[in-house]
């Protein structure tokens, strides 16, 4: 089978891999049909692995596809099914696991495509309990979309962030992939959005996905224009993921009691805060990282239902995946890169 291997930082190779066996006890074989691309992509093509892995390394952290094969005990799923993956090799005996809280693991092996082998391949076997049956009506390519872009928000925004109708709230970089899926997630429940984007043909997109302010972070001071559009208040909900470029500011946009929550740190990985500020206008600042399964569940069902719907920016064949990389890197993408195979 082809698959897409990391050889060095930077560097990209197809290459001819041996077919997966038949799926052993609890696994299905999974034919993949469509990755998409995340920033954890730039960061391990870029060599920014904080953990151990050996090269070379599959990429791909996010995918979906088509059930090929059952293995033994296996049920809820059948030949034909479209199923969203999982992003990390979790045990599935730990407490964490055996809640649906995933992205706690305590025996994690790895995120796929970074730290352990990853998706961009044409076939995988992978454990049943990590392949997530798509609703009727959701398309390989929607169903990439899930695992991360829209499990990842979900998490963010109702889990942690507690985001209600009638809140006003601040998503950061509204033209990248978990941008673009806050946006829509947010509006559905009745919140207010506002929203930053880097470029002037981002605005109007960002107004069509139902944004009600946006701003130009290049052009304006986008800490002073939510005080304006609030009154002086503040925001009730701040979603980070740029890092030192916004963090003191994205806390200075929060009403006193706001909570910012974060996913990222796209532009380094350490920032100042102000600790009076934090204790004074008691802020609570909620690191969050993935999704639980059940984040992934509710976001293929609310792809079904019609609330949310991806925002493909390009589609590429996997020979091209470098130049959507350096793309997303300079931020020259609204939405998504899908990788087809």
Not at 135 to 148: I, K, L, R, T
Not at 207 to 219: C, F, Q, S
Request: with cysteine.
């Amino acid at each position: 089978m082809r698959a897409l291997q990391l050889l060095d930082n930077r560097s990209l190779a197809i290459v001819d891999l041996p077919d997966p066996p038949p799926p052993g006890a609890g696994e299905v074989q999974v034919r993949i049909g469509a990755v998409a691309l995340n920033h954890i992509d730039v960061w391990g093509w870029r060599g920014m692995a904080f953990a151990k892995r050996k090269l070379p390394i599959v990429v791909g952290v996010e995918a979906a596809g088509t059930v090929a094969a059952l293995g033994d005990g296996v049920s809820g799923l059948a030949v034909g099914d479209t199923v969203a993956l999982y992003g990390a090799e979790t045990c599935g005996t730990c407490p964490n696991c055996r809640a649906g809280r995933d992205n706690l693991c305590e025996n994690v092996r790895g995120i796929r495509g970074f730290h352990v082998d990853g998706l961009a391949r044409e076939a995988v076997n992978v454990s049943a309990r990590l392949a997530i049956k798509a609703p009727a009506g959701v398309s390989v390519v929607d169903a990439a979309c899930a695992p991360v872009t829209y499990g990842t928000p979900e998490h963010m925004l109702f889990d942690n962030a507690k985001l209600s109708e009638g809140q006003t709230i601040l998503i950061q970089a509204g033209g990248s992939g978990i941008g673009t899926a806050a946006i829509q997630l947010a509006k559905a429940v009745g919140a207010i959005v506002i929203t930053t984007v880097g470029s002037p043909d981002k605005i109007e997109k960002a107004k069509a996905l139902g944004a009600d302010h946006v701003i130009n972070y290049r052009e304006e001071r986008f800490e002073g224009v939510v005080r304006k559009i609030t009154q002086k208040r503040g925001v009730d909900v701040v979603f980070e993921h740029v890092g030192p470029d916004t963090f003191q500011q994205s806390m200075f946009s929060l009403k006193r009691g706001g909570v910012l929550v974060t996913c990222g740190s796209t532009t380094g990985v350490s920032s100042e805060i102000n600790l009076f500020q934090l204790y004074q206008q008691q802020l609570r600042l909620i690191g969050s990282f993935g999704c639980t399964i059940a984040n992934l569940r509710t976001s293929l069902a609310k792809m079904a239902d019609g609330i949310t719907r991806p925002v493909i920016d390009s589609t590429v064949r996997l020979e091209d995946i470098d130049s959507a990389l350096h793309r997303i890197e300079s931020r020259q993408v609204f939405g998504k890169f899908i990788v087809t195979l």
